[in-house]
């Protein structure tokens, strides 16, 4: 399993960083992506990063504000989140797969989930 951790309270403007251990996995075969999920909505895409960690892929509503990177030598994904609004109050689930291009922004695309952690930004 996939342990994600870094979720709080923020307000907003502030910044945060999620971490997601994938222990026992040899992290580098696995395209690694974190979603989110609010109260009430589907679960959303937030960003991919391929396997060598050269490739992102952001949604719109975090391009510029989101930073994605991954360690594979700790295997290790980050998520460093600046620029924080309430809008992006969520569970935040990270992922790993082999999905293909069209489904990277799936959620089916993925085979192992994190259990989220919550972030929280307050107005």
């Known amino acids: 399993q996939l342990q994600a951790s870094g979720g709080g309270l923020v307000q907003a403007g502030g910044s945060l960083r999620l971490s997601c251990a994938a222990p026992?996995?040899?992290?580098?075969?696995?395209?690694m992506g974190w979603f989110r999920q609010a109260p009430g909505k589907e679960r959303e895409f937030v960003v991919v990063?391929?396997?060598?960690?050269?490739?992102?892929r952001y949604a719109d509503s975090v391009k510029g504000r989101f930073t994605i990177s991954r360690d594979n030598a700790k295997s290790t994904l980050y998520l460093q989140m600046s620029n924080l609004t309430p809008e992006d109050t969520a569970v935040y689930h990270c992922?790993?797969?082999?999905?293909?291009?069209?489904?990277?922004?799936?959620?089916?695309?993925?085979?192992?989930w994190g259990q989220g952690t919550q972030v929280t930004v307050s107005s």
């Open positions: 992922a790993a797969g082999h999905p293909i291009s069209s489904f990277m922004t799936s959620p089916t695309g993925y085979i192992y």
């Open positions: 026992g996995r040899t992290f580098r075969d696995y395209v």
């Open positions: 990063i391929k396997l060598s960690g050269g490739t992102t």
